[in-house]
């Protein structure tokens, strides 16, 4: 599995489904139609991570 932000491979698993990329710091969920990236907050707490260019290019891959 691949990082859906930097495409770097140093990926953990945090829980079912989602995912923590060590290259660049974001917690992502994988679904089968869709991937939900998150930015860590400094309390701790997950941010959903706006990139309307980068949110299209993962939907239409994860469609793939």
Same mark, same amino acid.
């Given at each position: 599995?691949? @990082?859906? $932000?930097?495409?770097?491979?140093?990926?953990? &698993? =945090?829980?079912?489904?989602?995912?923590?990329?060590?290259? @660049?710091? $974001?917690?992502?969920?994988?679904?089968?139609? &869709? =991937?939900?990236?998150?930015?860590?907050?400094?309390?701790?707490?997950? $941010?959903?991570?706006?990139?309307?260019?980068?949110?299209?290019?993962?939907?239409?891959?994860?469609?793939?």
């Amino acid at each position: 599995m691949n @990082c859906p $932000v930097c495409a770097g491979r140093a990926i953990g &698993k =945090v829980g079912v489904g989602q995912f923590y990329c060590w290259d @660049c710091c $974001v917690e992502f969920t994988s679904q089968t139609d &869709k =991937v939900v990236i998150y930015d860590l907050a400094e309390d701790g707490s997950l $941010v959903v991570w706006e990139d309307p260019i980068l949110n299209s290019e993962i939907s239409e891959a994860a469609l793939e």
